[in-house]
């Protein structure tokens, strides 16, 4: 005999675990130590997950942690604001890696910023090392 309420459970909980899932990111370098490691794991908000806007890009401010697509690397970057400057009008950030000599190569702006590292206090959330696997399945 089928149990709907146990089969309702374990959909609930494959859907939580989906969902927590995508609010998690692996560091894959080192630029950002020592906020956080190669191989740590940052939970994050999003800028627009499935049409729910988590924080609104255009409000980050200096010293916020945020993931954007980079022009120069392929994959996102996860790196700190240091300084807001506008440009003809419009709101540019520079960004850096908190281990990096210099900032990154080019501006920013507010629609290539995709997610933020979510604080608690004056903390980064940072669950360490467990992003490993993910690394070694990746071939990172």
Known sequence: ???WKEIASYV?????VLIAAQHLNVVVS??????????DIVLVEKANFLGINEFNPEDVQVGDVVVYDAAWFEQPV????????????????????D????PDPYYVTSDQIRERVVTSGDNLVVIPKIGYLSIW????
């Open 78 to 97: 996860i790196h700190r604001i240091i300084n807001i400057t506008d440009i003809n009008g419009t709101t540019m950030y520079v960004i850096k890696g």
């Open 30 to 39: 080192g630029s950002m130590e020592p906020a956080f490691y190669r191989g």
């Open 137 to 140: 399945l990746r071939g990172l």
């Open 12 to 16: 609930i909980i494959l859907i939580i």
């Open 1 to 3: 005999m089928i149990d």
């Open 99 to 102: 281990n990096n000599k210099s």
